[in-house]
C-alpha cells in the first residue's frame, strides 16, 4: 500500500482522535478561510463514494 492508500484509510474512522482533528480543521478553515465554502472529503474529514461526492456537492450549492 501506498501513502496515498495510508491516508485514505485513516479517514474512514470514525474515532474521537479523528472528530477532534475535524473541529480543530474546521476551526481553522472557518478562522483563516472565510471566504471559501469546503465540501467533500476535505470539509466532513471522511470518505464518500463519488455520487455520495456529487450529490452532497449538488445540495451545498442549492444552499448557497
Same mark, same amino acid.
Given at each position: 500500500?501506498?501513502?496515498?492508500?495510508?491516508?485514505?484509510?485513516?479517514?474512514?474512522?470514525?474515532?474521537?482522535?479523528?472528530?477532534?482533528?475535524?473541529?480543530?480543521?474546521?476551526?481553522? *478553515?472557518?478562522?483563516?478561510? %472565510? !471566504?471559501? #465554502?469546503?465540501?467533500?472529503?476535505?470539509?466532513?474529514?471522511?470518505?464518500?463514494?463519488?455520487?455520495?461526492?456529487?450529490? *452532497?456537492?449538488?445540495?451545498? %450549492? !442549492?444552499? #448557497?
Amino acid at each position: 500500500m501506498n501513502l496515498v492508500g495510508i491516508m485514505s484509510l485513516t479517514i474512514l474512522f470514525n474515532d474521537d482522535r479523528n472528530n477532534k482533528l475535524l473541529k480543530e480543521y474546521q476551526k481553522l *478553515a472557518k478562522a483563516s478561510y %472565510e !471566504k471559501y #465554502i469546503f465540501g467533500g472529503r476535505l470539509a466532513d474529514y471522511k470518505y464518500y463514494d463519488m455520487n455520495d461526492t456529487i450529490e *452532497a456537492a449538488l445540495l451545498l %450549492e !442549492k444552499k #448557497i
